[in-house]
């Protein structure tokens, strides 16, 4: 395996496939790993593997993490020097009703890729976490220093448990880990079981939204080509361990270890109505509205305080969501014939 190599797991997933193609863009070999289950439409998962294929660096391995052999083997015979863990059971609604999935594939699938990277020599490990982290949390902006022991998902507590993981690994070994707190995040090729998606389909379908809390949610709509960009940024960016860090004073974003949360995210909460609208302008159709209460593992508001990042890559997600809006009907219109 070349120094130029990296392992995306999840590539046939939503972010996966961007981070994936904008490393191929660049010239870097890619592994490109996923059991491409059924959670969704695997039909869209193979079209965007599919896209990966044409690349030339591209090497598609179709597996489940949490088969422990298997990932050992692939390990052992790769040696990754770079690991972008994106592979996850996702979704705070499914966790409600499927709740060994999330043990599975975000517990069992995780300490795989641990042993994995800690046994073969992976260089940096980054990982995706979530801003599902913050649960209870209501202090807006979200802090990377916030506390954030108080998940109210199975899915926000399973990505709370890799985070830890990861610690424990990189103060045991000194595995440089990046974890990565997604907010939000939408644009083309997105999960269909996403607010963007879901919305889309029903103003095209004149089907009724749900909208949640009486439509009083605010969230921070993160475009995906941000996303992908500021992952590709951190590749080079390893956590060195924070000198300053103090068991006295303990910071919960940085460690004496290797290791480091960052969370990725617009910095600009927007009102679920006016993505709506937006919609609605896009695809020259009204929604029809269903104001219901708040579903359990759901929060009002999320908000993301990016100025580690910034201070650390340079780059700050700026994506507006008229803009964002825009490229993701473009692609619904093209890839559902609309």
Known sequence: MSENAVLVTGAAGFIGFHVAQRLLLKG???VGLDIVNNYYDPKLKEARLEILKLHSNFRFVKLDLANRASTKMLFEQQRFPVVIHLAAQAGVRYSLDNPHAYIDANI?????????CRNNGCKHLLFASS???????????FLVQDNVDHPISLYAASKKANELMAHAYSH?????????????VYGPWGRPDMAMFIFAKAIVEGTPIKLFNQGNMLRDFTFVDDVS?????LIDRPPQGNPNWSGDKPDPSSSAAPWKI???GNNNPEDLMHVVSLLEKEFGRSATK????????????TYADVEDLVRDIG??????????IGRFAKWYRKYHKV
């Open 28 to 30: 870097r070999e890619v």
């Open 229 to 233: 960009e500021a992952i590709v940024r």
């Open 315 to 324: 780059f700050r997600p700026a994506t507006t969501i008229e803009d964002g």
């Open 108 to 116: 069992e699938g995780f300490i795989n890729v641990l042993e994995g």
């Open 131 to 141: 801003s599902s982290v913050y649960g209870a949390n209501t202090k807006l902006p």
């Open 290 to 301: 269903e104001m219901v209460p708040m579903q359990p593992g759901d929060v009002p508001a």
């Open 262 to 264: 960052y969370n990725i």
């Open 172 to 184: 045991l070994y000194r595995l440089p880990a990046t974890g990565l707190r997604f907010f939000t």
